[in-house]
Each structure stands twice: as C-alpha cells, then as structure tokens.
C-alpha cells in the first residue's frame, strides 16, 4: 500500500501563532484528504485536495501531487484547533483509504 | 439527516465472544468503510464496500466480517472476539472511492478482555 508520512508528531502552539503541517506520500494519489480528530474523538473532514491549493477560513491546504506532498496551514490558532490532524490518500488504482500516523496540536491560551 | 450513526458506543466482550458493530448512514453513499483506531498508528483498514452486495477485504481484516445487503448498512462482526481487536472502531461513508466529503460516525470504543 501507500506510505504516508506526517510530520511533525506533536506541536505545541501558542493562541494566535501560525503553524504548517505536512503530509508525505509513497505514490501517485488520485484522492487526499485531510481531518481533524477533536480531542472528543470525532473526525471532521476538513479538505479533499488532490492537487491545488484551497482555503477554509483560517486553513487552507496545498498539494503538490507531482512531488507528493500536501500541506496543511493553520493561521492564528485557537484553543479549538486542538486535536489530531490525519492525512489521507487513495491510489489511482485502489479502493482502499490509507491514513498517516497524525499530526498532535496542542494550543494553549 | 443523522449522517453516519454507530452503535453501540461502548462494549466490554469477553475474548470468544462474537458481536456485531452497527453502521447506518442516510445520505445515499455508496461508498462505505471500517476503520479500527489504536494508539500511534492511525486509522487503519478493515472492510470496505464499493455499493450494495460488493465488499472487500483492507488492511486488517482478520477476525472480521461485513456485510452489504442495503446501500444505508454496513455491520463490521467480530467472530471471536481477542484481546488484540480492543480499539476504537470508526464507520466512514462517501458518495464514491475517489470523491471527498468523508463522513465519520462517532466511534465505538471496544475492551476484550
């Protein structure tokens, strides 16, 4: 299957500071999504890119498919921002989803 | 609409034992999927169906069965539950394999003991 690397592990950040995570993948993808773990445990689907770049109030996302990596922006954090950030992909050629290990944000007020 | 709705939200099963974990969604999703949640190692997975009657096996599928006999359902069964399937399991729907706008439900947290 696909290899998917986030980096980095853990973050802590500061209320209002900035951050980027990123997303590195093994193969060609034809899908990529990214998700928010609350810390309730509930996943929100936050973005599909599989290539481009879009913006979401505060988040925004790039993907750069033909060098296989995606990143997440996060602008001035908030408490709310806390949680695990996953990134996901799907091959050309598969049905199947892998996810990376996760991102951890903690902010702190 | 609910979305995606798992029940039960916890369970305690004693290792034999067998279970069925319930996956409905009402948004007329074809794709659908099961995903067990440990610690450190993402979300990996185990069954997947591409519409009604088609499924297929993921990552992790020992020790596991689906089901799809309606576009709304997926059960995940545990045959004999073991210690290593506690976990946290996730249902996720999508209108199809290569669109975005995954749906999670809620979870449902397992102890086998």
């Known amino acids: 299957g696909i290899q998917v690397e986030q980096s980095p592990p853990d973050l802590i950040l500061q209320e209002g500071a900035n951050s980027t995570l990123r997303c590195n993948f093994s193969?060609?993808?034809?899908?990529l999504q990214w998700f928010h773990q609350n810390p309730w445990g509930q996943l929100i689907n936050l973005f599909y890119?599989?290539?481009g770049t879009k913006q979401n109030g505060r988040l925004s996302a790039t993907t750069v498919a033909t060098e296989r990596y995606s990143l997440l922006y996060i602008s001035s954090s908030q408490t709310t921002d806390s949680g695990v950030y996953f990134c996901?992909?799907?091959?050309?050629?598969?049905?199947?989803?892998?996810f990376g290990t996760g991102t951890s944000l903690t902010v702190i007020p | 609409n609910a979305g995606v709705t798992q029940t039960p939200k916890f369970q305690v099963l004693k290792t034999g034992q067998s279970m069925t974990l319930q996956c409905a969604q009402d948004?007329?999703?074809?794709?659908m999927s099961w995903y067990r949640q440990d610690p450190g190692m993402g979300l990996r997975l185990i069954h997947y169906?591409?519409?009604?009657?088609?499924?297929d096996q993921g990552e992790v599928p020992n020790g596991y069965n689906v089901s799809r006999s309606t576009t709304e359902d997926f059960p995940l069964r545990l045959l004999s539950a073991a210690p290593s399937q506690t976990s946290v399991y996730f249902c996720?729907?999508?209108?199809?394999?290569?669109?975005?706008?995954?749906?999670f439900g809620s979870g449902t947290r397992l102890t086998v003991v």
């Open positions: 996901a992909v799907s091959s050309n050629t598969g049905n199947q989803f892998y």
């Open positions: 193969d060609s993808v034809n899908n």
């Open positions: 890119i599989p290539s």
């Open positions: 169906s591409v519409g009604a009657g088609i499924t």
């Open positions: 996720a729907s999508s209108p199809d394999r290569a669109y975005g706008g995954y749906t």
């Open positions: 948004m007329n999703h074809e794709y």
